[in-house]
């Protein structure tokens, strides 16, 4: 319209601020190139995150209800799925964990690169991620009874990786080395189990501390609130449009927003890189497919939930103390040769913020209470505890069957699963957790009961990597296929599990983008 601005123009423009985003912007603007990312969620620094009811309340993302928070629950046939929405994705609420994937199953999973070939990216992640294994497992209850429970039951158990800054002790201030986008304040992990409700302190080496901190500082620009909507090519590269969440921007420190509030905006970019998560980024391809007809017709498929399952041990014979540590500390692993179904899997421990103990709690509360009155005693009230401290969250993972669909029906997102195909993989995962429930006297059921839909915190899959596009959407670099300049680098483009948690490997992958990105600049 006659008065608007020019749109402004970028080398790269990036969609999307989590494990895939941040990477590409931090090593492009590194290289030299202008760089804005558009991310619709807010920023979120320490002690932003909700804690009470009414925060709570309002912590979901839901536009159209007016709340822009930090949660995002998807409901589709057959699973569910959590996810994330702010400067810094979902490494806002993961559980820190650095794990390889493992490079047995690259060709199993269709993945159209040899394991070797992330090597280097895999190192330069651990890097920037500063992953070190929990230095206090023996005096953390749940991580010793992990462990003890995987050795018991004759499994091989250990301490992940984690992208957490522990120090000499919890509670410390530490310098991370450089100045961070939200110029906070940051303090070593205080034990409290909040990792994946957002961590107050700053202890989480989340991605808005590290590639995308770094990414400001090599001059790229990030505007929070900003919803790409459609893509289209322009002047030779590539027309991104967005509207702005102009409620959600009081309050946010000027160099995180689009300069211009206006709710339609536009940027111009000679290559545009598409990281706004399995399901935002599908979305994007699926609503632009008309602007971009060479698309691949395997677009929305290929869905993994990373074989996630929820579930809970109870009654052990010892006190677990779920809510000491950070969430994740120790884990099980379980190859696909010893795997039931043949199907590999990892256990590990799920820790949770203080107040769930609470809840579990009071699931004893009515005979405890009913026991102190009639002693007369006021510490029956409590009675064992046992509902609170001898159970303990676990979380199983693994190589389910990647046989979702994603498709549009009129602008909603939907997602046809069948999980038969993996049954097998869930049944030997829910056994071998029982199995080592049994070995401290617990009881282990998934979450929900056995015939409760499946819920993943790690969706995967839906322009999938492969070597031509008969059989995937993006080449072995990201490249869409038929969309020159246009790059897909989140976790929609695994053609199947990862089988362990994912945030490392797709952090590879994008580094493995990026490069090409340097490499070939047209």
Not at 11 to 35: H, I, P
Not at 436 to 448: N, P, Q
Not at 455 to 465: E, F, I
Not at 471 to 494: E, K, M, N, Q, W
Request: proline share 7%; net charge positive; with cysteine.
């Amino acid at each position: 319209m006659p008065g608007d601005p020019a749109p402004d123009r970028f080398d790269v423009a990036v969609v999307g601020s989590g494990f895939g985003g941040s990477v590409v912007a931090c090593r492009l603007a590194e290289a030299g190139a202008s760089v804005v990312v558009l991310e619709r969620g807010q920023p979120w620094p320490p002690g932003s995150f909700p804690r009470t009811p009414r925060q709570w309340r309002g912590a979901l993302w839901d536009p159209g209800h007016g709340r822009h928070g930090l949660f995002e629950l998807h409901r589709f046939d057959g699973i569910s799925s959590l996810t994330a929405s702010g400067v810094g994705g979902g490494s806002l609420i993961y559980a820190n964990v650095m794990l390889r994937k493992d490079p047995a199953t690259f060709e199993a999973d269709g993945m159209p690169i040899e394991p070797g070939e992330l090597d280097a990216e895999y190192a330069a992640v651990e890097k920037m991620q500063r992953a070190e294994r929990y230095p206090w497992a023996d005096r953390t209850p749940k991580t010793r009874g992990l462990l003890a429970a995987a050795r018991l039951a004759g499994l091989q158990a250990e301490r992940p990786p984690l992208a957490v800054a522990f120090g000499n002790k919890p509670g410390e201030p530490f310098d991370d080395g450089a100045a961070n986008l939200h110029g906070a304040r940051r303090e070593t992990c205080r034990l409290c189990g909040a990792c994946d409700v957002g961590c107050q302190y700053g202890a989480k080496h989340t991605v808005d501390f590290t590639y995308l901190s770094a990414a400001v500082r090599a001059g790229a620009q990030v505007r929070s609130c900003c919803e790409a909507t459609a893509l289209d090519r322009a002047d030779g590269g590539w027309r991104v449009r967005y509207r702005q969440h102009l409620p959600a921007r009081a309050g946010h420190p000027e160099h995180l927003l689009d300069p211009v509030a206006d709710e339609r905006r536009e940027v111009l970019a000679g290559r545009v890189v598409v990281a706004a998560g399995t399901f935002g980024s599908t979305s994007l391809l699926l609503r632009n497919r008309v602007a971009l007809p060479g698309l691949s017709p395997r677009l929305g498929r290929g869905f993994s939930g990373n074989g996630d399952l929820l579930m809970f041990l109870r009654g052990a014979d010892r006190y677990l103390d779920p809510a000491t540590g950070p969430v994740i500390t120790a884990m099980a692993r379980i190859d696909d040769a010893r795997s039931p179904s043949g199907r590999g899997f990892l256990v590990q421990d799920a820790g949770a913020p203080a107040f769930s103990e609470w809840l579990w709690q009071t699931l004893e509360a009515p005979r405890d209470l009913w026991r102190a009155l009639r002693r007369r005693s006021p510490p029956e009230a409590f009675g064992t505890a046992r509902s609170s401290a001898a159970m303990l969250p676990l979380l199983g993972m693994g190589r389910d069957v990647p046989g979702g669909q994603m498709r549009l029906r009129g602008d909603r997102l939907e997602l046809t699963w069948k999980g038969t195909a993996s049954r097998a993989y869930f049944e030997g995962l829910e056994e071998t957790a029982r199995r080592m429930g049994g070995a401290i006297g617990a009881r282990v059921r998934r979450f929900g009961g056995r015939y409760a839909r499946l819920v993943t915190v790690h969706p995967l899959g839906g322009c999938a990597m492969a070597r031509d596009p008969e059989h995937g959407v993006v080449d072995p670099y990201g490249r869409v296929f038929g969309s020159d300049g246009l790059y897909v680098a989140d976790g929609s483009i695994l053609p199947g599990p990862v089988g362990v948690n994912p945030s490392m490997t797709i952090a590879a992958l994008a580094e493995r983008i990026a490069g090409g990105m340097i490499a070939w600049p047209r």
